[in-house]
């Protein structure tokens, strides 16, 4: 299998012109609409640490919404 040849990050493709973008670049245009968007949550290392996937997440936080439901006391009045 060939590889492709690197191209230059910093240099256009043949088939742009600078003239096609009259705002210039700006870096991270869309990354605010992205972050408030997307459903992804980095853990820290120590708690990825103590879970091995997904489901052990899940499952962890499952019952650690039923135990708050469970403890919360209806007030009286």
């Known amino acids: 299998m060939k590889k492709d040849k690197e191209t230059d990050k910093d240099e256009?493709?043949?088939?742009?012109?600078?003239a096609d973008f009259p705002d210039g670049f700006v870096r991270g245009k869309y990354a605010k609409r992205l972050k408030e968007?997307?459903?992804?949550?980095?853990l820290?290392?120590?708690?990825?640490?103590?879970?091995?996937?997904?489901?052990?997440?899940?499952?962890?936080?499952?019952?650690?919404i039923d135990i708050a439901k469970r403890s919360i006391r209806p007030t009286s009045r």
């Open 12 to 18: 256009l493709r043949a088939e742009y012109k600078r």
């Open 37 to 42: 968007s997307s459903n992804i949550v980095v």
């Open 44 to 64: 820290r290392p120590e708690v990825a640490q103590a879970f091995p996937n997904e489901e052990a997440v899940n499952n962890a936080l499952l019952y650690l």
